[in-house]
């Protein structure tokens, strides 16, 4: 019998994998990429007996995957908070989905855990942008403010480690950040024993100082539109960025445009925080989009569709 681990590359996915595999230790096969490689499940070669988790990835974007993995008899569980359109049913499938804009996949994975380990799903809310929620799900931990802002700032930097357009273009592969964060229970530990965390830290500051030299393309009080240039630390900023302004400035929705050396974007939007609404349908609106209510993205926006693309990020937040 072989256990599969499937999970989205960042701080959610990340998170979700260590509560559980903190509870139930085992050798696992891990699958996963930066955080827009989402089509994951295909790479899952599974036999009957197998046992599969699919953690922080769209149903949507991998059901016929997941129809095969199933039919192949192996056992699939499904935590997730993102779009997932119809459920497959199947006897052999445990699904745990939940779209609320409130909501992270390691907050889901902490309820069925029942709290063992609500530090790491707290980060993980943090990362994900969540900060209400992370604040709510933390106050039986009793933590002071300087505590919280620690979780947050290792949320944040989990979470920009998978932004990139490739492997290429991240400080750690996800594989590898899940290595380093493996050990520790604690994410307190993490932050004070690891030294891998101060490379990940200053790499995100570092590219955050270079991304608020950028002024905006398009700004009005409910809108900002910024493109970003074809580098790497571009790619790995841009999620983290429109993250920040998106606490920054709640009323405003946000839009990054990274330029791709074929002349695409690689798109990140963030629903104003006071409504946490539209992203996922407006990215949905182009053949490489999607995500969730508040934080969508599109992987690849043909050039000739900036405009379109412009005009529909103004009408869908008003």
Known sequence: MAIIDVFNGDADGICALHQ??????????LVTGVKRDIALVKQVNASSGDEVTILDISLDKNRDDLVRVLESGAKVRYFDHHFAGDIPQHDNLEVNIDTDANVCTSLLVNTSLHNQFLPWAVTAAFGDNLFTSAETAAEPLGYNSEQLEQLKELGTCINYNGYGASLDDL????????????????????INNEPGYKRLRDGYYDDLKQAEQIAAEHLTASHALFILPNEKWARRVSGVFANSLAQQFPARAHAMLTQQSDGAYLVSVRAPLENKTGADELCRQFPTGGGRKAAAGINKLPGDQMLTFKDAFTDSFK
């Open 171 to 190: 400080i750690y592969t996800p594989i590898a950040l899940y290595e380093l964060i493996k050990p520790y229970t604690d994410p307190f530990d993490f």
């Open 20 to 29: 559980l595999r903190l509870a139930n230790p085992v050798t696992s096969t």
